[in-house]
């Protein structure tokens, strides 16, 4: 069974840095693309970034392009997701996900528990 558990997230000031972790576990996920969603208080869930296991491709939504950043380690079975410059509307709880397939941006089959993220202004 998949296992996805998040952690990392904390309050940080506007400008600040944070490095998300997610630990993968249950399966061999060479197939798998990873990705990492957040939802912000009465906001529907989006599309953060994601990553191909196998090769490396990512994707990312438009207003964290050229701030944050996702990266694999294959020998830990860890996803990471680097924030950097944030801002406050990047306060969200942020979830890791999984789905077997390339897609990028829908039909993640598994989640972990999210982790939140406050950025005060």
């Known amino acids: 069974q998949v296992q996805l558990v998040e952690s990392g997230g904390g309050l940080v000031q506007a400008g600040g840095s944070l490095r998300l972790s997610c630990a993968a576990s249950g399966r061999t996920f060479s197939s798998y693309t990873m990705g990492w969603f957040r939802q912000a208080p009465g906001r529907e869930r989006e599309f953060v970034a994601a990553i191909r296991w196998s090769g490396g491709d990512t994707s990312y939504a438009d207003s964290v392009k050229g701030r944050f950043t996702i990266s694999r380690d294959y020998a830990e079975n860890m996803i990471y997701l680097h924030l950097n410059s944030l801002k406050p509307e990047d306060t969200a709880v942020y979830y890791c996900?999984?789905?077997?397939?390339?897609?990028?941006?829908?039909?993640?089959?598994?989640w972990g528990q999210g982790t939140q993220v406050t950025v005060s202004s």
């Open positions: 996900a999984a789905r077997s397939g390339g897609r990028f941006r829908g039909g993640y089959d598994y």
